[in-house]
């Protein structure tokens, strides 16, 4: 396969391929809590699904967003070794920018954010082919931002969505890993969002942006609590009380003012994103 087609069809994984690395965690929940649990948390996120994601990415379009690649995960990030939570969350970010970059970058833009992203992936073959055929390929290479390329994006990511949430309701290692991967997403599309409303706070372009909050709040955000309460946020129970508290204030500032925070609200949600991404974004070592 031609490598522009490879990094194409690669820049369609979902994030949260990472799992399928993780060593194996002896479980302290029975089978049928995690499978609650994971059950739970898709009442939650049903309707926050890939086609929710494109519409969410429309509203950017609406209130004039380009692409900043300086709004994203460095390069020069890298994640510790024998640490699958940080790469969990650095996937959910990376995912979120990738996003940004394939629908609204440049063909350069989106090879760059999937080779960054591919550094928290799968590379042990395990992840299941994507059912691309020619006609999807050239769509993908020729007419990236198409609504027929939105369309193969969210069959791929619907197919692989199912099939991660399938495998980690029997292990609740994966359980805490493709949290630790929703609450990454939800950091990242926060901060970048709430960036740009503070950007546009004199502009009459805040109303689409505004939404793209409270579908964050209602979906992700609810999400995020609920594995919170059930304790499955963190790897250890310390840094699942500390991410919970967190989205607790995060979402307190988001529904405020009826759905539309003030600017010291933005401004304080910036604040906290930008300290929590900097717990996640490593530097790489000096050569």
């Excluded at 709004?71 to 939570?85: H, R």
Aim: net charge negative; glycine share 6%; proline share 6%.
């Amino acid at each position: 396969m031609p490598r522009h087609l490879r990094v194409l069809t690669a820049t369609l994984l979902c994030g949260v391929a990472l799992l399928l690395l993780a060593a194996p965690v002896e479980a302290a929940l029975p089978a049928t809590e995690t499978q609650r649990i994971v059950s739970d948390m898709l009442n939650v996120l049903d309707d926050d699904s890939p086609a929710q994601a494109l519409r969410d990415i429309a509203r950017y379009r609406e209130a004039g967003f380009i692409y900043q690649p300086a709004l994203a995960v460095s390069e020069e990030t890298c994640p510790s070794d024998g640490d699958p939570d940080q790469r969990a969350v650095l996937s959910g970010m990376v995912a979120a920018d990738r996003a940004f970059a394939f629908f609204f970058g440049d063909p350069e833009d989106a090879t760059r954010e999937n080779l960054l992203f591919q550094t928290f992936t799968d590379r042990s073959g395990k992840i299941p082919l994507l059912p691309l055929c020619p006609d999807d390929y050239h769509t993908l290479r020729n007419e990236p931002h198409s609504a027929r390329a939105r369309a193969i994006w969210e069959r791929c990511r619907n197919m692989e969505y199912a099939y991660y949430v399938e495998e980690a309701k029997h292990d609740e290692g994966l359980l805490r890993l493709l949290s630790a991967h929703i609450y990454g997403i939800y950091i990242e599309r926060l901060y970048m969002t709430s960036v740009m409303v503070l950007a546009a706070a004199e502009s009459d372009q805040l109303e689409p942006l505004f939404l793209v909050h409270q579908t964050l709040a209602s979906h992700h955000g609810k999400a995020l609590e609920l594995l919170g309460k059930e304790g499955v946020l963190g790897e250890s129970p310390e840094e699942n009380r500390r991410r919970a508290v967190l989205v607790k204030r995060l979402q307190g500032l988001l529904v405020a003012n009826k759905g539309r925070p003030t600017l010291d609200g933005l401004r304080e949600i910036v604040t906290l994103t930008q300290e929590e991404r900097a717990i996640y974004l490593t530097p790489c070592p000096l050569p």
